[in-house]
């Protein structure tokens, strides 16, 4: 069966310092894969997905990044955090084989609080 | 404009209860696929159900109903004898070809079942 991994599940990280949130997907290849973030209170917003190595799509123009260096590994980053990059993010994963319009599935989640 | 609209922001009940939770969805599209995720306090998001948009069968699972009517584009969701592992935010979602088959969310309805 499929699983998805996110770490840390909670970071505490000062304004203006690095970022680097972590995701893999175990069970499959070649899957589709999305960050997502959710304010405070708010539903998700789709920041970044790939539908390989190497390719990555913006939806959110931001001071984040994304990378997909291995085929199941997805990271989030930024050079600077800002306050508002506060949320809880989530990875999620879908199959990439039957197409976009499958289901994704999501991991755990990521609590970033920035001060 | 906002795709998904769950117009329920808060439901609460008392165990045994039913409870239903109403999506409203906007697309163009005459092939398109509907979701429900359920958020638990924990916050990862559970997926719940998938539907395309040809396929105007209710479902049954469990506790679980959902009755899609595209005649309203609604796709409303009941809990029947809620119990208080129901308590989490629902979201409702919808995935369509002119928009890439990228997930949009409606906001969330957060249940709360008291014991």
């Known amino acids: 069966s499929q699983t998805i991994h996110q770490w840390p599940a909670t970071l505490v990280q000062p304004v203006g310092s690095p970022l680097s949130l972590e995701c893999t997907v175990e069970?499959?290849?070649?899957?589709?894969l999305y960050w997502y973030r959710q304010a405070a209170g708010r539903g998700l917003q789709l920041l970044f997905y790939?539908?390989?190595?190497?390719?990555i799509s913006s939806e959110v123009p931001q001071n984040l990044s994304a990378s997909r260096p291995q085929d199941r590994q997805f990271i989030l980053s930024s050079k600077k955090l800002l306050l508002s990059d506060s949320g809880f993010y989530l990875c999620?994963?879908?199959?990439?084989?039957?197409?976009?319009?499958?289901?994704?599935?999501f991991g755990p989640g990521t609590r970033l609080l920035v001060l | 404009a906002q795709k998904v609209t769950q117009a329920q922001t808060e439901i609460s009940v008392v165990e045994k209860e039913d409870v239903t939770l109403d999506c409203v969805y906007e697309?163009?599209?005459?092939?398109?696929?509907l979701f429900w995720y359920k958020q638990p306090p924990s916050g990862e998001l559970v997926f719940l159900i998938r539907?395309?948009?040809?396929?105007?069968q209710n479902e049954i699972s469990g506790r679980y109903s959902w009755n899609f009517q595209k005649s309203t584009s609604s796709f409303n969701f009941t809990i029947t004898a809620s119990q208080v592992v129901d308590s989490a935010v629902y979201f409702c979602?919808?995935?369509?070809?002119?928009?890439?088959?990228?997930?949009?969310f409606g906001a969330g309805t957060t249940v709360t079942v008291r014991a």
């Open positions: 979602a919808l995935s369509e070809g002119s928009n890439d088959y990228k997930l949009s």
């Open positions: 999620a994963w879908g199959p990439r084989d039957r197409g976009r319009q499958e289901t994704q599935y």
């Open positions: 069970g499959t290849s070649n899957p589709n």
């Open positions: 539907r395309n948009s040809f396929d105007e």
């Open positions: 790939s539908v390989g190595i190497g390719q």
């Open positions: 697309t163009r599209d005459t092939t398109y696929y």
